[in-house]
Nanobody, 118 residues
Framework: QVPLAESGGGSVQPGGSLRLSCTAY???????????MAWYRQAPGSQRELVAE???????NYVDSVKGRFSISRDNGKKKVFLQMNNLKPEDTAVYYC?????????WGQGTQVTVSS
């Protein structure tokens, strides 16, 4: 498995923005480039859901509720994946988790809290 470290969470007002980062700090660069990376979130009392994903070929996919507001990107040279979140809403409040998948790899970060409240 690949250790993942998330950062960038916090508390913002509705309409605000946050940028989450996830680093696969122990991954071998040539292997990281093959990972499909994703962001999931889990709100209290809810199941974990896929928010956005970016494949090793840079193909992106988003859950409908964040389309047009969130953007996922990756920097393979730095072994990082990002989630830019704009126009945040209270319903975006959750713990956000980074995920890396490839072959037998399915790794999760510890999560970072995002709270959207006035």
């Amino acid at each position: 498995q690949v250790p993942l470290a998330e950062s960038g969470g916090g508390s913002v007002q509705p309409g605000g923005s946050l940028r989450l980062s996830c680093t696969a700090y122990r991954a071998i660069l040539s292997s990281y480039q093959l990972y499909d990376m994703a962001w999931y979130r889990q709100a209290p009392g809810s199941q974990r859901e896929l928010v956005a994903e970016i494949t090793s070929d840079f193909i992106t996919n988003y859950v409908d509720s964040v389309k047009g507001r969130f953007s996922i990107s990756r920097d393979n040279g730095k072994k990082k994946v990002f989630l830019q979140m704009n126009n945040l809403k209270p319903e975006d409040t959750a713990v956000y988790y980074c995920n890396a998948r490839s072959g037998g790899i399915n790794s999760w970060g510890q999560g970072t809290q995002v709270t959207v409240s006035s």
